[in-house]
Every structure is written in C-alpha cells, then in structure tokens.
C-alpha cells in the first residue's frame, strides 16, 4: 500500500526567509509526486510533480521540490517565503506504474509571518 | 480558476436526509474524482469515474454514491446522512485515466444538523 506522510502539522517562518514542508512517502514501485496548495475557502492548487528525471522540481509561484530517492522524500521548497504563502500545503503520491489512487499526506500549515 | 465547477457552494441538511452534490469537469478532462475533507480526517479519496465508468473506490460509504453522465458531469448522492457526514466535498478532474495532476474545484460544504 502507498502513503505519505506530512511530519509537520504546521511550519512558521518569517517573510524573506527560506522555507521547507517536509514530505515522505511510501510506494512498492517508482513514485508520482505532487504538490498541492490550499487557501481558505478554496480548493486544492496543482503546484508541481516529480515524474522521473532531474531530483529538482520548479513549480508556480517560486515553489520547488527536491525528489530524494534514498530518503523517499519530496520536500517542498522556496528561497525567500511570502506572506501571501500562508496556506495548507498537500503532498500526495501515487505508483507510476498501473492504476492507482492518488494518497494525500494530511497536510501541513505554513505560516509566514510579517 | 481551476474549470472545475461544483454546486451548490453550502448544503445544510437534517440527518437521515438525502442530497446530490454536482461537479462539471474541466473541458476536455475525462477523469472525475470526489474527495471528502474533514478535520479529523484529512483529505479521504472517495471514487473515480472516468468517461462514465467507475475507475477506482476509496473510502466510500454504502450510504454514498456517484455516477458520471455522458455529458462527464458528475453527482454524488449521500443519504441517510449523519451528523459525521459534514465536511467539505471536493471535486477533482484530470485528463486521462490515470490520475497526472488534478484540478480542484471549489467544493461544497454540508452541515448536517
């Protein structure tokens, strides 16, 4: 079975700073990747994926995402954080190979602040 | 603007009653999901319709079900509902089969009373 799990339920860090949400997962096989942003009252956001290739994904709004294999991770990823991205962050892993369900982490609350 | 469109926005409803929740996909997006988000449980996949089939089941109750038109529109029915049935339901829709990246729509909020 897949999953993913989100260590941190909420992440605070100061406009300008970098910033990271930690993602690690588990699939028998090689991982689809993804993250998803949510603000309140919205639905979730398509950010960026991990397919195959480069380890290091870029994604909107400056977002980017380092695939460690040996880890199984998928830490999301930005130089200089925003007020305007405190959100909900979702990570979520589904096998690449046959059909399977996409599994959401339980997500995690970045807060930057002022 | 994801595409996805879902109404209505909130729902409120006694227990033991029944309700249809309507997604319309993104144009051209085969591929429909429904998620459940609740505070307890996080965000919990429900089913997958893919150009009017059932693709693949999550965790969905009996009391719930889905289907998707020939148009791709979908709805999810739940009845008998309990006061465990509010949260937020989300719609979802990708392009093909297998699930790339999703899009989101709003979602609807139920309150059972």
């Known amino acids: 079975a897949q999953s993913v799990a989100q260590p941190e339920d909420q992440v605070n860090v100061a406009e300008g700073n970098p910033l990271t949400v930690k993602c690690t997962y588990s699939?028998?096989?090689?991982?689809?990747l993804f993250w998803y942003v949510q603000y309140p009252n919205r639905g979730l956001q398509f950010l960026l994926k991990?397919?195959?290739?480069?380890?290091l994904v870029k994604g909107s709004y400056g977002f980017e995402a380092e695939f460690n294999k040996s880890q199984t991770s998928f830490h999301l990823k930005k130089p200089s954080a925003l007020v305007s991205d405190s959100a909900l962050y979702f990570c979520?892993?589904?096998?690449?190979?046959?059909?399977?369900?996409?599994?959401f982490g339980t997500g995690t609350k970045l807060q930057v602040i002022p | 603007d994801s595409g996805v469109t879902q109404t209505p926005k909130h729902l409120i409803t006694a227990t033991g009653q029944r309700v249809t929740l309507r997604c319309s996909p993104r144009?051209?997006?085969?591929?429909v999901y429904w998620y459940q988000q609740s505070l307890d449980q996080g965000l919990q996949f429900l089913i997958q319709?893919?150009?009017?089939?059932?693709?693949a089941k999550g965790n969905i109750l009996e009391r719930f079900s889905a289907q998707q038109f020939p148009d791709l529109h979908s709805e999810l029915n739940l009845s008998s509902l309990e006061l465990g049935d509010s949260a937020l339901y989300f719609c979802?829709?990708?392009?093909?089969?297998?699930?790339?990246?999703?899009?989101f729509g709003p979602g609807t909020r139920l309150t059972v009373t």
């Open positions: 979802a829709s990708s392009v093909g089969e297998r699930s790339y990246e999703q899009y």
């Open positions: 699939v028998s096989g090689n991982p689809y």
């Open positions: 991990y397919i195959t290739g480069d380890n």
């Open positions: 979520a892993v589904r096998e690449l190979r046959g059909y399977q369900k996409v599994t």
């Open positions: 144009s051209g997006d085969l591929s």
């Open positions: 319709y893919y150009n009017g089939e059932e693709r």
